[in-house]
């Protein structure tokens, strides 16, 4: 299920498709809860678990909240669980599109986005950081 976020374009990615392993009964958390235990499985180290509580946070999430639901996500990814195809892997979804003008949660998922998909050498990469360094972004420069 893809959400329009506002008139800038943003779609927060599909993330209808269980991960394997997924646990049953898991998609009926809501989306408070799931990032709660989601933060409890991470503090123990169980990142797997982490991540299918937080995807289901994000999948739970109303639409106006989508956007920083799943910046938080791919931070997650990211930067602890070092899932960098993943997260390129939203610029394949063709109801994902990135602000060009991003703010806030939006400039942190592009920029964790074009991370990603520097990381795996993305098609898209290049063309996405060109557009962070447009905006200043000095980390898309080193890119």
Do not use: C, I, N
């Not at 639901?69 to 979804?93: H, N, P, Q």
Request: hydrophobic share 45%; aromatic share 6%.
């Amino acid at each position: 299920m893809t959400q329009t976020m506002h008139k800038g374009g943003w779609l927060r990615p599909a993330l209808a498709e269980p991960l394997p392993g997924e646990p049953p009964g898991l998609r009926q958390l809501s989306a408070a809860a799931a990032w709660q235990q989601g933060q409890d499985a991470e503090q123990m180290y169980d990142f797997e678990a982490a991540r299918h509580l937080y995807r289901q946070a994000v999948r739970a999430t109303p639409a106006r909240q989508a956007l920083e639901a799943s910046a938080r996500y791919a931070e997650f990814l990211v930067e602890r669980l070092g899932d960098l195809a993943e997260v390129a892997g939203w610029l394949d979804e063709p109801d994902f599109a990135l602000v060009s003008d991003a703010k806030g949660a939006a400039r942190d998922l592009t920029r964790l986005v074009a991370h990603a998909a520097a990381g795996v050498q993305h098609p898209r990469a290049t063309e996405l950081d060109r557009r962070l360094a447009g905006q200043g972004d000095a980390q898309a420069l080193l890119r």
